[in-house]
């Protein structure tokens, strides 16, 4: 029973296009996160979310917005996707912003810009 | 600049031995840390925490050790078996200034290879 899951898990397409990962966790966890995974392995937070609410955006460029339709949902959108957009996209969640328990990772969506 | 970091981007070791994989960090202001591992084509899966006002945790065959005047934790695995065969990321909570939000920040991982 996957507890965070994420659709699709590759994603190819061309350059100016517009793409949407969803994302979904079955926890009961009130905080759910986007991380993006680049070609250096950096794993770096986009967004966080508490219960529906925006709480983190690292700077991420506009053409990136997420949407929480509830607090078992976090889909990322992407306008106009860039060569530089090319990496492996995490989901997560977690019971709490501020708690100490661990954050449980969806398996990522691979996208490839042509 | 990177807060985190696992310097060591590989490691092998033979099986039944003891692994030892390093974490580094600069911000002062981190006060928790996790170990995770991850396998190929997978999220990450949480392995095991530590507090910043322990210096060791225990869990079965994993233990973390946190050394606070140095800014170093290590992650020991023993015995080490062809399963533990992963990529293990070192990850700090905390606010990385005064006015950010709490958050986890990563280490680029070590792959650990165990030999049979």
């Known amino acids: 029973d996957t507890a965070v899951s994420q659709t699709p898990k590759y994603l190819v397409t061309q350059m100016g296009n517009d793409k949407s990962i969803k994302c979904e966790q079955n926890?009961?966890?009130?905080?759910m996160y986007w991380y993006k995974q680049d070609s250096k392995k950096f794993l770096k937070i986009m967004f966080s979310?508490?219960?529906?609410?925006?709480?983190i955006n690292e700077t991420v460029p506009n053409r990136f917005s997420p949407k929480s339709p509830d607090k078992a949902h976090l889909n990322l959108h992407i306008n106009s996707l860039e060569l530089g957009d090319s990496a492996v996209y995490f989901c997560?969640?977690?019971?709490?912003?501020?708690?100490?328990?661990?954050?449980?990772f969806g398996d990522g969506t691979r996208l490839s810009i042509l | 600049d990177q807060q985190v970091k696992q310097n060591s981007p590989s490691l092998s070791v033979q099986e039944g031995r003891i692994s030892i994989l390093n974490c580094d960090y600069t911000?002062?202001?981190?006060?928790?840390f996790l170990w995770y591992k991850k396998y190929p084509a997978e999220g990450p899966t949480f392995l095991i925490s530590?507090?910043?006002?322990?210096d060791k945790n225990e869990d079965g065959r994993f233990t973390v050790f946190l050394n606070k005047s140095a800014k170093h934790l290590s992650l020991h695995i023993v015995p080490s078996q062809p399963g533990d065969s992963a990529v293990y990321f070192c990850?700090?909570?905390?606010?990385?200034?005064?006015?950010?939000?709490?958050?986890?920040?990563f280490g680029t991982g070590t792959r650990l290879t165990i030999i049979p």
């Open positions: 997560a969640s977690s019971q709490a912003l501020s708690s100490n328990q661990p954050q449980h």
């Open positions: 926890l009961g966890h009130d905080t």
């Open positions: 979310y508490n219960n529906k609410e925006l709480i």
């Open positions: 911000n002062s202001m981190f006060d928790y």
């Open positions: 530590i507090s910043s006002i322990k």
């Open positions: 990850a700090a909570k905390g606010r990385i200034s005064n006015f950010g939000n709490e958050k986890l920040t």
